[in-house]
């Protein structure tokens, strides 16, 4: 199921302004990796990504591209590690 623009939006919007959301969204999202529920690790860190430093700095801080990195977290993309 596609996440709607709204609830996306509402996600950004409490990690902006909750320190204790984003270190949730993203212990969630390791969480799930370590676990084996790779398709909801990648969804939450991909909502992580985006409510917080966005694909565009994560790619100048990991010197790849942007559009990589979103094939890497995206439904079909192979996660870090892997």
Known sequence: M???KDFK????ARAQRDPAFRKAL???GVECLLSGD???GKAVLRDYIN???GFEELSRVFEKSSKSLMRMFGPKG???GE
């Open 2 to 4: 596609a996440l709607t």
């Open 9 to 12: 939006d509402t996600i950004q």
């Open 26 to 28: 993203l212990q969630e």
């Open 38 to 40: 790779v398709d909801t």
């Open 51 to 53: 409510a917080t430093i």
């Open 78 to 80: 192979t996660p870090p």
